[in-house]
């Protein structure tokens, strides 16, 4: 088996699948979708938190401008992780803190290793060198 192959679609698919539960995230905190969260203004910390996961999550989901997305949304879940739930607990099974530390790993990783070849950051890349 070619595993170089599989690595950059294995790398997509792994950028979308996440993408697609973090958006989850943003979107009940905007809209209210898939479950009700509770924003008390757009521009408050959990408002801006929703705009980043929903539209950051949306870049990351067609891989458009992917390492400056992942950057940031790095940023937000480590400092979401140590303002919300470190305070609860050191241990993150107990502050139900677990997904903002793999988020954020993931887009550490997603900052380095890019969008993969099923993402627009690699449609405009081979179309800027053709």
């Known amino acids: 088996m070619n ?4 690595t950059g679609r294995v790398l997509s698919v ?4 996440t993408a697609l539960v973090f958006m989850q995230h943003g979107l009940a905190k ?4 898939p479950e009700p969260s509770h924003v008390d203004h757009l521009l408050s910390l959990s408002g801006v ?3 980043l996961e929903a539209f950051g999550g949306f870049l990351l989901l067609i891989g458009l401008f992917t390492r400056p997305v992942a950057f ?3 940023g937000e879940m480590a400092v979401a992780y140590f303002m919300v739930h470190a305070p609860h607990s050191f241990f993150p099974m107990l502050n139900k803190g677990d997904s903002a530390i793999q988020f954020c790993f993931v887009f550490l990783y997603l900052v380095f290793a890019g969008a993969g070849p099923w993402s627009l950051d690699a449609l405009l890349r081979n179309k800027k060198s053709a």
């Open 14 to 17: 792994l950028r979308i699948v």
């Open 30 to 33: 905007l809209f209210g979708f």
């Open 72 to 74: 940031i949304l790095c």
């Open 3 to 6: 595993c170089e192959l599989w």
């Open 49 to 51: 938190a929703g705009i």
